[in-house]
């Protein structure tokens, strides 16, 4: 069946690095674009970014530009997220959603959505 | 980047009752707008796409409706297990997503 299986919790202290992995299977991996969401705290939902598994192009949002990379590798079906300077208010329950590409674009709405990964910053 | 505006923030209704909730966008979106709904600690499922396609599987009590700047959703006949919070989201033509602050809906 289709589904997207998310890396486990992290700790982070300030200023360090992250990296959640999120492996997709039971689809054509390059058919649909993948987004990351992040959700702190009893607040609500904020969209980070979205990468093109087929050629990897990726388009984030202005708040994340700079510290964000998203990457992907084919051979495994698996999309990273990598968030550096990481500072208390990244922590949160970050995950990946799939969306159909529609000729090329995205479409259709996060469909499929992983587990999430709790990440933790404190010193 | 456009804005997104979701009114109530929360509502408590009846089981039975008819639930709307809005959503403005700060610019025309055409209808590249989706609504989800959120449990507590799960992930969220896509419920409407495209303001007014419902996903396959979601009960038909579910809809949504608008264009433009201003969206809709309904619950038709609100459930028990309806309880949840719902989002919209948008989506421009420069790959740039945004979702709406949600909305909390609660049984009276």
């Known amino acids: 069946q289709v589904q997207l299986v998310q890396s486990g919790a992290e700790v982070k202290k300030p200023g360090a690095s992250v990296k959640v992995s999120c492996k997709a299977s039971g689809y054509t991996f390059t058919s649909y674009y993948m987004h990351w969401v992040r959700q702190a705290p009893g607040q609500g939902l904020e969209w980070m970014g979205i990468i093109n598994p087929s050629g990897g192009s990726t388009s984030y949002a202005q708040k994340f530009q700079g510290r964000v990379t998203m990457t992907r590798d084919t051979s495994t079906s698996t999309v990273y997220m990598e968030l550096s300077s990481l500072r208390s208010e990244d922590t949160a329950v970050y995950y990946c959603a799939r969306e159909p590409s529609g000729g090329g674009v995205p479409g259709g709405g996060m469909d499929v959505w992983g587990q999430g990964t709790t990440v933790t910053v404190s010193s | 980047d456009i804005q997104m505006t979701q009114s109530p923030s929360s509502l408590s209704a009846s089981v039975g009752d008819r639930v709307t909730i809005t959503c403005q966008a700060s610019q025309d979106i055409s209808n590249y707008l989706n609504w989800y709904q959120q449990k507590p600690g799960k992930a969220p499922k896509l419920l409407i796409y495209d303001a007014s396609n419902l996903e396959t599987g979601v009960p038909s009590r579910f809809s949504g409706s608008g264009s433009g700047t201003d969206f809709t959703f309904t619950i038709s006949s609100l459930q028990p297990e309806d309880i949840a919070t719902y989002y919209c989201?948008?989506?421009?033509?420069?790959?740039?997503?945004?979702f709406g602050p949600g909305t909390k809906v609660d049984i009276k």
């Open positions: 989201q948008q989506y421009d033509n420069l790959l740039l997503f945004t």
